[in-house]
Antibody, heavy 121, light 108 residues
Framework: EVQLEQSGAQVKKPGESLKISCEGS????????IGWVRQMPGKGLELMGI????????RYSPSFQGQVTISVDKSINTAYLQWSSLKASDTATYYC??????????????WGRGTPVTVSS | SYELTQPPSVSVSPGQTARITCSAD??????VYWYQQKPGQAPLLVMF???RRPSGIPERFSGSSSGTTVTLTISGVQAEDEADYYC???????????FGGGTKLTVL
């Protein structure tokens, strides 16, 4: 079965660090971009950045550059999203999603179930 | 950069036709994709390349494009179609991938 398995819900305090994961299975993981999408409570979808597991090429959306780190370990088919110092405003559900791409087309055809992150003192 | 503009909400009665629009000046040169998100669930792709329906998506979902506006049409709306719908587009190189603000479809 083709799927993206995300790590579980997290409750953290402001200032703490966090790394969440997204493991792909059932397809050739290195050959597809993976994106991380934030959804704050009651709000819309925001793309944070994308990574190509084959060569670790990373593209951050301007709003998230310097705020998070996206990485990948293709040997275990897993992408990561990490924070060095969380803020209360990082409270959200974070989705990983596979990007299908061709010339002039980029879209998310497979989604993980999401990782809820709560940051509260 | 650019923005994708969607109406915040659309309401229809069961059996009627719902039309959700997505607008941007750049759309004549880019494809648009649509996602359905029900409460507590991950988004689901329901339309790609403006008018193409993924396997498993009901035929009542269709897409159209005209100039700077792309439309997701749901014919014969059912209660189960109540959800948030997001459009998404990108430039040719994937350097700019953007979601619209989302439209809440309410089935009265």
């Amino acid at each position: 079965e083709v799927q993206l398995e995300q790590s579980g819900a997290q409750v953290k305090k402001p200032g703490e660090s966090l790394k969440i994961s997204c493991e792909g299975s059932g397809y050739r993981f290195p050959s597809y971009w993976i994106g991380w999408v934030r959804q704050m409570p009651g709000k819309g979808l925001e793309l944070m950045g994308i990574i190509y597991p084959g060569d670790s090429d990373i593209r951050y959306s301007p709003s998230f550059q310097g705020q998070v780190t996206i990485s990948v370990d293709k040997s275990i088919n897993t992408a990561y999203l990490q924070w060095s110092s969380l803020k209360a405003s990082d409270t959200a559900t974070y989705y990983c999603a596979r990007l299908d791409s061709c010339f002039s087309c980029w879209y998310f055809d497979l989604w993980g179930r999401g990782t809820p992150v709560t940051v509260s003192s | 950069s650019y923005e994708l503009t969607q109406p915040p909400s659309v309401s229809v009665s069961p059996g009627q036709t719902a039309r959700i629009t997505c607008s941007a000046d750049t759309l004549p040169n880019q494809y648009v994709y649509w996602y359905q998100q029900k409460p507590g669930q991950a988004p689901l792709l329901v339309m790609f390349k403006d008018t193409r329906r993924p396997s498993g998506i009901p035929e009542r979902f269709s897409g159209s494009s005209s100039g700077t506006t792309v439309t997701l049409t749901i014919s014969g709306v059912q209660a189960e179609d109540e959800a948030d719908y997001y459009c998404q587009s990108a430039d040719n190189s994937g350097s700019y991938i953007l979601f619209g603000g989302g439209t809440k479809l309410t089935v009265l």
